[in-house]
């Protein structure tokens, strides 16, 4: 991977403290997605990492996964899949719990979103303590997908998300 591209990525990632709560500080993507050198440029090291390889359904996470995800499965060819916030999906779903830092959340997958055996790819923009693609990675499970790999293009180290994810391969390009 081009060392110079990460470098225009990390500049181009936004630190906004005590957002969306005091004490957390948000790496804000939007500098990197308005600027289209620099979205092509995120959306290639995704592409570096899945291109040559069996892969049948990328796995997006509400919503900023969606974004990065959508245009890797545009360009490898291959079908798309929104991992929701609970009660956005229409037909029937999986869902699954997991704890924030304060209470709870559920995330959704259509039941017949992955057919049994598929090789699946999970993408989001930030990997933080891995609550919400634990419970994404169990949802692929459940309905039939195998897991083989999650790619973020950030990951805050700090936190020991990759842990929550173990035994699926983690793959981030900004690490903080
Ligand atoms: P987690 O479940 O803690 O790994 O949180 C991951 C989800 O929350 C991702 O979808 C991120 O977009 C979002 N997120 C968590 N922490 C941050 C942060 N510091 N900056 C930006 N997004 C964050």
Known sequence: ????????????????????????????????????????????????????????????????????GSAVAYELGVGFVPLRKKGRLPYKTESAKYSLEYGEAEMELHIDAITRGEQVILIDDLLATGGTSASAATLIKKIGGELVEAIFLIELEFLHGREKLAPTPVISFLKY
């Open 1 to 68: 991977m081009a060392s110079d591209s990460i470098d225009k990525l990390r500049a181009g990632v936004r630190d906004v403290p005590d957002f969306p709560k005091k004490g957390i500080v948000f790496k804000d993507i939007t500098p990197i997605l308005k600027d289209g050198a620099l979205f092509r440029a995120s959306i290639d090291v995704f592409l570096e990492r899945c291109r040559g390889r069996k892969i049948d359904k990328i796995v997006g996470i509400d919503a900023r996964g969606f974004v990065f």
